[in-house]
């Protein structure tokens, strides 16, 4: 069976995909800062206590994994920022926020990116895919959440270079939106639950061919402004 690896395993939308995948019969490499609540998920889950930021940490475990081809590369892990906070708006922005979020969800990623690249390209699906936002599209921009916005920016960046230099190996590399969904960064007034957004982007990745690689999706498989 096929093997997905997938970073923020342990809770929200990571711990879904983790459920959904190891319920179909999938090796999942369920990667979290606090694993212990993959425990109870059943099926072929490997549980991997890592701290995405912590690229010491991202590289052993690639080298420990390195017979391990992985089908499906999922970089779930990311931050919001904590509700209510104004330290993203203009007039009270500050800095150390800005790099915590640019740490969390440009920087990681794309050194779990480049760790993991060797065991996606030895797999038979070859996908690496990113959770992004449609609030890191600068032609669909209503201002505001300056440091999430241009985290997600950089992300998709980041992932359009991948698609490109990754193309002759044969990968297949994706941002995915999950939509504004009902997660703790999320919050209870999104309009998508959990149970309606992970299922349609395991469909949209599932659906993933080679002519898919660049592009910039919704969990429903709409096409995203750049």
Known sequence: MPTVLITG???G???????RYAARGWKVLACARDPRPLKSVKGDVQHHALEVTDYGAVKALAAKLKAEPIDVLLCNAGVGGERGSNVQDLGTLEPDAWRHMFEVNALAPLMMAEAFAPHV????QKKMIALSSILGSIASNSGGRY????SKT?????????????AAKGAICVVLHPGWVQTDMGGPTATLTIEQSVPGMVKVIDELKASDNGRYLQYDGAELPW
Do not use: H, I, P, Q
């Open 9 to 11: 395993a342990a809770r």
């Open 13 to 19: 939308l990571g711990l879904d995909f983790t459920k």
């Open 121 to 124: 390209v030895r797999s038979d």
């Open 147 to 150: 440091f999430y916005r241009a």
């Open 154 to 166: 950089a992300l998709n960046m980041e992932w359009n270079c991948l698609a490109r230099d990754m």
